[in-house]
Structure formats: C-alpha cells, structure tokens
C-alpha cells in the first residue's frame, strides 16, 4: 500500500479534501467498537442520561436542535 503523506492531500480541491475525510469518518463510525470512551466521557453520559431520566422534557428533540443551529448561521 502507498503511504499518502499531508503534502499529497492538501493538492486535493476542498471538496475533495472534504469528501476524503467523509469517507474516513464512515469507516470509523462502521467500527464504533473499537473506540473507547475514557472514565472521564463516562461519567459525563452517566451524568447527562441522569439528568434525562429525572426530568425527559427540559431537552429539545434534535429537529429543534439542529433548526437553531441552522438559525444562527
């Protein structure tokens, strides 16, 4: 296999650039097993799912989520 060095990509367009760390990103999230989480992340999903169970309607559905984000572009 051919070593691709930085100085290789950065000859790519943006678009391609971008589309190269797409398809990058895929092949991580097909393997999610092999990522682990720290005690630190842990604690703080513990926390956060908690904090869900004992009151489900102070968080926003993710359509509400990503609208406000969109928004503020």
Same mark, same amino acid.
């Given at each position: 296999?051919?070593?691709?060095?930085?100085?290789?990509?950065? *000859?790519?367009?943006?678009? @391609?650039?971008?589309?190269?760390? @797409?398809?990058?990103?895929? *092949?991580?999230?097909?393997?999610? @097993? /092999?990522?682990?989480?720290?005690?630190?992340?842990?604690?703080?999903?513990?926390?956060?799912? @908690?904090?869900?169970?004992?009151?489900?309607? *102070? /968080?926003?559905?993710?359509?509400?989520?990503?609208?406000?984000?969109?928004?503020?572009?």
């Amino acid at each position: 296999m051919k070593q691709i060095k930085a100085s290789d990509i950065l *000859t790519l367009s943006l678009a @391609e650039r971008i589309q190269l760390v @797409e398809e990058i990103w895929d *092949t991580i999230a097909n393997e999610p @097993e /092999g990522i682990e989480l720290t005690e630190e992340e842990k604690k703080i999903i513990d926390k956060r799912l @908690e904090s869900y169970y004992k009151n489900p309607e *102070t /968080g926003s559905p993710w359509k509400d989520v990503y609208k406000r984000i969109v928004a503020k572009r």
